[in-house]
């Protein structure tokens, strides 16, 4: 790519002659050049140079459309050779280029075209090899950069040392990953822009391209904070973040088209995107020794305290600290992978799930100001959150509604149900994962899924479970509860619901029918059905707390009742 001044200063266009002056002939650039006589059609290419003898216009008017189909096939230029075909170039046809600002030579009959573009060519050629050896430096430095581990920052500043302009470098969730000189008006609106809710992967304000000049990475935006330039920094087909120059007011958008500005442009994002990779996969290996210590810390999987004290601060983790446990488990995350139906295999997204996951409690506790530790394995999350003396209980509650909130915004329809230890001290992981664990069954079973349930909403399924070490409580309870149990799958009724609603309507038939939706004489048919399957008399106070009882026993799970159908299999 030469400019169209530097075509006009060969030796060969000495006896050439520029009739337009309003075109900037220093910044029309020129790819190559032919020889094309009418009619145009589809022969002509976007910045290129046009030779032609004017062979096939008769008249004025005749080289006037010629040169309108030129112009509109995107020509960088005419050079009209003069003293054969035409004797002269008309004062009209010079006025139009004038008007439009289009380059117009005329060169004499007797410099061959031959000449011209073998001159042209060879310019082109030396132009070629220098942006190769200005592209080769370009690349030599920034890998250097990348050999010497300096990072995001070093490439910004490099980059703003070449072209002088100012610019932030963010990751596919927006966040500032590098910033150089003078880019404190950009970071600015880009941090307003992500704290009201902006989504960093399309932001509202991209200009249309519709002549697609710019290459498919590149976009402008208008903003509060001025013009920027966005560049994609993408790895295959994973974006992993951005460069946003901050285009300053005295350059014009078409100045990113300068050579010199494009291929720095194109190298630095190909650095980035080498950079990117490489924190990430370093980020990766930092969060599985992360998630591996904390799993060892809630299965007692360490040797001694020093260890893992050691390990623990290694890690940047203060183990002497009280930490209250979660465990967050999502229920439906199959149906949400198949809805979605990302590119990824299943393990692999449910793998960025969890990577999700631990940012989100990452977040939510610099909100609170508290160390946390958290890992994800077997598809649940489990997090210790420290606990300051004067943190209230109800923090618990709002650090995991924080956390459900960002999560619901980034993966909508997950359902996710949560367990909360009430132990909060030092060194006790264990006891506060069992009592977490335990709180997140009790709740599942107790209300279904979806629901933030604590160790201390567990009293009830822990007294139940202490009576159930009882062997003749427990038999008595089995052989009360079987016989509904087994009914019901038989039959499809639900006879133990149907017992627990007449026993919170006090015995009320008619209330307990409203309840269950059923007409009277069903519900006393079931009734009688239920007491002659148990023995028991449901108007007999005692008899009515054993079933009560031997039902709770089998919901909390304390009691072995097989399907029977399946038994006799």
Request: glycine letters at 4%; a negative charge; proline letters at 4%.
């Amino acid at each position: 790519m030469i400019s169209m001044q530097q075509i006009l200063q060969l030796p060969i266009m000495n006896t050439a002659l520029p009739l337009t002056s309003n075109a900037d002939s220093s910044s029309i650039t020129v790819y190559w050049a032919s020889v094309i006589e009418t009619p145009v059609e589809d022969f002509v290419r976007p910045r290129e140079l046009i030779l032609s003898s004017g062979i096939g216009c008769q008249n004025d008017r005749e080289l006037l459309e010629f040169i309108e189909e030129l112009m509109e096939a995107g020509a960088s230029g005419l050079i009209l050779s003069v003293g054969h075909y035409i004797s002269s170039i008309p004062d009209v046809v010079i006025d139009f280029c004038e008007t439009k600002a289009f380059p117009l030579v005329e060169v004499p009959w007797e410099v061959r075209f031959s000449d011209i573009t073998e001159a042209i060519s060879g310019a082109l050629h030396k132009s070629s090899l220098r942006s190769i050896d200005v592209s080769n430096k370009i690349r030599t430095d920034l890998l250097e950069i990348i050999l010497e581990g300096k990072g995001m920052e070093a490439i910004a500043s490099y980059v703003y040392e070449q072209l002088q302009i100012p610019m932030l470098v963010v990751d596919k969730r927006g966040r500032l990953k590098a910033q150089t000189d003078q880019s404190a008006g950009a970071a600015e609106w880009w941090n307003k822009y992500l704290s009201q809710g902006g989504n960093p992967l399309f932001p509202p304000f991209q200009q249309p391209d519709p002549e697609k000049t710019l290459p498919a990475n590149m976009e402008w935006m208008d903003t509060d904070a001025g013009t920027l330039l966005r560049l994609t920094v993408q790895t295959t087909q994973d974006i992993q973040g951005y460069m946003i120059l901050q285009w300053p007011s005295n350059k014009e958008k078409h100045d990113v088209f300068e050579e010199y500005t494009l291929l720095l442009l194109e190298h630095s994002v190909t650095t980035s995107a080498l950079c990117f990779l490489h924190d990430q996969t370093a980020l990766e290996t930092e969060m599985r020794l992360k998630d591996d210590f904390v799993w060892s810390l809630a299965k007692d999987n360490y040797e001694s305290r020093d260890q893992a004290l050691s390990r623990g601060k290694s890690l940047g983790y203060n183990l002497e600290l009280p930490y209250i446990c979660f465990v967050a488990k999502p229920e439906n995350v199959e149906r949400v992978f198949h809805a979605e139906s990302p590119p990824l295999s299943y393990d692999h997204w449910l793998e960025q799930i969890g990577y999700t996951f631990e940012e989100e409690v990452s977040h939510a506790s610099r909100y609170l100001k508290a160390r946390v530790m958290s890992t994800f394995q077997k598809s649940e999350l489990i997090v210790y959150l420290e606990m300051h003396p004067t943190m209230m209980y109800d923090t618990v509650y709002y650090f995991a509604e924080t956390v459900q909130y960002r999560l619901e915004q980034k993966i909508p329809h997950l359902v996710i149900s949560w367990g909360v230890s009430k132990t909060a001290a030092p060194w006790e992981f264990v006891a506060s994962f069992s009592e977490a664990s335990s709180a997140l069954d009790a709740g599942r079973r107790q209300r279904g899924f979806g629901y933030i349930h604590t160790y201390e909403d567990t009293r009830f399924d822990r007294a139940l479970m202490s009576l159930a070490k009882n062997e003749e409580i427990r038999q008595i309870a089995e052989a009360t509860v079987a016989p509904l149990h087994h009914y019901s799958v038989e039959r499809g009724i639900d006879l133990m619901k149907t017992v627990r609603t007449y026993n919170e309507c006090k015995g009320n038939v008619s209330q307990t029918s409203r309840e269950l939706n059923l007409h009277r004489q069903s519900l006393l048919y079931r009734l009688k059905k239920i007491e002659s399957l148990t023995s028991c008399d449901l108007n007999n106070s005692d008899d009515l707390f054993l079933i009560e009882l031997s039902i709770r026993l089998h919901t909390a799970g304390a009691l072995f009742v097989t399907d029977e159908r399946t038994s006799h299999a």
